[in-house]
T-cell receptor, first 121, second 115 residues
Framework: AQKITQTQPGMFVQEKEAVTLDCTYDTSDPSYGLFWYKQPSSGEMIFLIYQGSYDQQNATEGRYSLNFQKARKSANLVISASQLGDSAMYFCAMREARRDDYGGSQGNLIFGKGTKLSVKP | GAVVSQHPSRVICKSGTSVKIECRSLDFQATTMFWYRQFPKQSLMLMATSNEGSKATYEQGVEKDKFLINHASLTLSTLTVTSAHPEDSSFYIC???????????FGQGTRLTVV
């Protein structure tokens, strides 16, 4: 069974500092995708960054980078130069390699329990 | 990024009535849409996967007769909560994915309160 583990229910970081949010995953499928989403108090899910299992380099998107360690099955999110607006829930997710009746990928995401990040001024 | 619009954002309904939630992909054709449910301070739990023009695939434990999903076009999927009860009160959120694309984009979510 595939699963995502986020061991940090809550994290605090000082404004302008960097923070790492942990994520480990478990899958037997050689092909998978890893995602990070941000969910502010409004509830919307904001896509941040994606890493494919065959990607050679770690993904980066602006202040977000994904520290992908395939052998350890970890996909930690690093936020550099934290801002007050970064305070939110952060979810790590993996694309599930489920096949439909015709062998096509459904592409569903399974989520970790999330980490609540609070940025202090 | 792509835009997914979900409506309504909030709804309060009486117990026993039905509520319809719409999920639209505004600038792309969504071959697959997903419906999730999120309880307070918990993660998103997949309810069902819908592909345009075919029946939805429901997760184990999700009542298909209670949560009706229709994906009539490549830009619209609807979730109808039938005969709603207070325990159905939750945050429902949809996501849409282009065929072959890596990421899925989410709607704004719908907070349903059944009184």
């Amino acid at each position: 069974a595939q699963k995502i583990t986020q061991t940090q229910p809550g994290m605090f970081v000082q404004e302008k500092e960097a923070v790492t949010l942990d994520c480990t995953y478990d899958t037997s499928d050689p092909s998978y995708g890893l995602f990070w989403y941000k969910q502010p108090s409004s509830g919307e899910m904001i896509f941040l960054i994606y890493q494919g299992s065959y990607d050679q380099q770690n993904a980066t998107e602006g202040r977000y980078s994904l520290n992908f360690q395939k052998a350890r099955k970890s996909a930690n999110l690093v936020i550099s130069a934290s801002q007050l607006g970064d305070s939110a829930m952060y979810f790590c997710a993996m694309r599930e390699a489920r096949r439909d009746d015709y062998g096509g990928s459904q592409g569903n995401l399974i989520f970790g329990k999330g980490t609540k990040l609070s940025v202090k001024p | 990024g792509a835009v997914v619009s979900q409506h309504p954002s909030r709804v309060i309904c009486k117990s026993g009535t039905s509520v319809k939630i719409e999920c639209r992909s505004l600038d792309f054709q969504a071959t697959t849409m997903f419906w999730y449910r999120q309880f307070p301070k918990q993660s998103l739990m997949l309810m069902a996967t819908s592909n345009e023009g075919s029946k939805a695939t429901y997760e184990q434990g999700v009542e298909k007769d209670k949560f009706l999903i229709n994906h009539a076009s490549l830009t619209l999927s609807t979730l109808t909560v039938t005969s709603a009860h207070p325990e159905d009160s939750s945050f429902y959120i949809c996501s849409a994915r282009r065929g072959g694309a890596a990421e899925a984009f989410f709607g704004q979510g719908t907070r349903l309160t059944v009184v």
